[in-house]
T-cell receptor, first 111, second 114 residues
Framework: KNEVEQSPQNLTAQEGEFITINCSYSVGISALHWLQQHPGGGIVSLFM???GKKKHGRLIATINIQEKHSSLHITASHPRDSAVYICAVSRLGGGSEKLVFGKGTKLTVNP | NAGVTQTPKFRILKIGQSMTLQCAQDMNHNYMYWYRQDPGMGLKLIYY???????DKGEVPNGYNVSRSTTEDFPLRLELAAPSQTSVYFC?????????????FGSGTRLTVV
């Protein structure tokens, strides 16, 4: 079983819909990251979470440390949000430099 | 700022050939990483560095070598290329070990070994 599991694997939405992508992990972590991989392949950091909730524009990320679960929400989705969203965790203790990645969730937003 | 610059963007190698993937960052980040991304799989850490002169293995280091002689540069060397090394390679850097200020990724190198 992978240490980081994402769901769903693929998600298709209509423009304007509210999107939720889930991430569950099975190890102790010091931080959780959400990344976005554009259709052209480039990867950018969206959020780093160690507790609570963060918001940037139409993106909201939450984490529940006790339940080992995080969600990424996109409000008022737009075709330009189409990308692969990747969850990754920094393990607690030694080796926090070594991110463990989920396989990603491919989001397609249709106009 | 240029961020993280990776070269080349594409390369085809024959089995047994060697090559070096270049990675340079201009943000004075101490932490640098090499990942590979295979279809349908999460990124896997090949090697990482916590500063000039210090490198360590990640999850999948076999068949690769790295060096870190300066803060800016972190080249990845493939010796005796094998078809299993066909992948997309990403270099990344961060200011802190757990990416408190995020990670900056290069644009990737698509490598095919035939």
């Amino acid at each position: 079983k992978n240490e980081v599991e994402q769901s769903p694997q693929n998600l298709t939405a209509q423009e304007g819909e509210f999107i939720t992508i889930n991430c569950s992990y099975s190890v102790g972590i010091s931080a959780l990251h959400w990344l976005q991989q554009h259709p052209g392949g480039g990867i950018v950091s969206l959020f780093m979470l160690s507790s609570g909730k963060k918001k940037h524009g139409r993106l909201i990320a939450t984490i529940n440390i006790q339940e080992k679960h995080s969600s990424l929400h996109i409000t008022a989705s737009h075709p330009r949000d189409s990308a692969v969203y990747i969850c990754a965790v920094s393990r607690l203790g030694g080796g926090s430099e070594k991110l463990v990645f989920g396989k990603g969730t491919k989001l397609t937003v249709n106009p | 700022n240029a961020g993280v610059t990776q070269t080349p963007k594409f390369r085809i190698l024959k089995i047994g050939q060697s090559m070096t993937l270049q990675c340079a960052q201009d943000m004075n980040h101490n932490y640098m990483y090499w990942y590979r991304q295979d279809p349908g799989m999460g990124l896997k850490l090949i090697y990482y560095s916590v500063g000039a002169g210090i490198t360590d293995k990640g999850e999948v280091p076999n068949g690769y070598n790295v060096s870190r002689s300066t803060t800016e540069d972190f080249p990845l060397r493939l010796e005796l290329a094998a078809p299993s090394q066909t992948s997309v390679y990403f270099c990344a850097s961060s200011y802190s070990p757990r990416g408190s200020y995020g990670y900056t990724f290069g644009s990737g190198t698509r490598l095919t070994v035939v």
